[in-house]
């Protein structure tokens, strides 16, 4: 198995959003604000090689929305999936799975493009299987108001419309061991209904993809809860759980939308878990 970072593009949210309740004059230490209070975000991808699968992890924003759209995120950098891929001598056709931890259009967006003239939409991976699971999916095609905004018919629609939709087996618990595509899964509500958290064995180290359940590093602390989760309460202990679980095991926690720190431990302190060592993604790939 190889593993590949897939920096599919950057952009910038409301740090007020990303930290909820949380006090400006104290994530802005950790997430520093600019003079429009937005702070920097990743769309930071996995690519997973095993075998003859390619899979990729959640295909960040895409590039099929308008200027209006895209001109409320803030583009930077140039980055992009198609670099991203080439850089490691892949091309889209070659992914055989994508799997899409939620379908928040920052996560999936980039799964799906326009047709030739412009007319309608197509998938951007035409050989591939997509991955989400019944629950998100109903969840996420029937929006509540909340989300209505992040849950984009032309992000989600296609993938069914072409046959290429498949839904991950829910466990009865919150871990799914060994799924289809190789490795476990954890389960979480907090953010928005069955979010899908990779954790993936490589080279004698778990890897978890992270997506928003850590968004960054300043996210560690319990109540530090992005605005934009559903069920903010349910969010802390599923945390708690979980970094509980990365600091007895030395977890490496791979982090999606950190555009400053990729790869992180962490441990126990007085405090609550916390940063034990920051990692740049070739350094543990």
């Given at each position: 198995m190889k593993l590949y970072p897939i920096e599919s593009g950057n952009f910038k949210l409301d740090g007020g959003a990303m930290f909820g309740v949380v006090p400006k004059t104290i994530w802005n230490k950790t997430n520093p604000a600019d003079e429009n209070n937005l702070i920097d975000i990743a769309t930071r991808c996995l690519l997973?090689?095993?075998?003859n699968r390619l899979i990729l992890i959640d295909t960040g924003m895409g590039d099929k929305q308008s200027e209006k759209f895209f001109g409320y995120y803030s583009l930077w950098g140039n980055h992009s999936i198609d670099k991203s891929l080439k850089k490691y001598g892949f091309?889209?056709?070659?992914?055989?799975?994508v799997f899409m931890t939620h379908l928040h259009f920052d996560h999936c967006g980039g799964s799906v493009i326009w047709?030739?003239?412009?007319?309608?939409?197509?998938?951007?991976?035409?050989?591939?299987k997509f991955w989400s699971n019944d629950s998100h999916w109903d969840w996420a095609v029937?929006?509540?108001?909340r989300e209505k905004a992040s849950f984009l018919a032309e992000n989600i629609l296609p993938m069914q419309e072409s046959g290429q939709l498949n839904f991950i087996k829910r466990p009865e618990g919150d871990l799914?061991?060994?799924s289809e595509l190789g490795f476990d899964i954890f389960f979480a509500d907090g953010h928005t209904?069955?979010?899908m958290i990779p954790k993936i064995q490589y080279q004698g180290k778990t890897i978890c993809f992270m997506a928003d359940l850590l968004p960054t590093a300043g996210h560690l602390?319990?109540?530090?809860?992005?605005?934009?989760?559903t069920r903010p309460l349910l969010t802390m202990p599923e945390k708690?759980?979980?970094l509980t679980e990365a600091a007895e095991n030395n977890y490496y926690l791979w982090l999606e939308h950190d555009a400053h720190n990729q790869i992180i431990t962490v441990e126990n302190t007085e405090k609550g878990v916390r940063v034990k060592e920051v990692f740049s993604c070739e350094e543990i790939l």
């Open positions: 997973i090689e095993d075998g091309h889209r056709d070659d992914i055989t799975d047709n030739k003239d412009k007319t309608g939409y197509e998938v951007a991976f035409k050989n591939a029937q929006p509540n108001a799914l061991k060994n209904e069955k979010m602390p319990l109540p530090y809860v992005m605005g934009y989760d708690a759980k979980f």
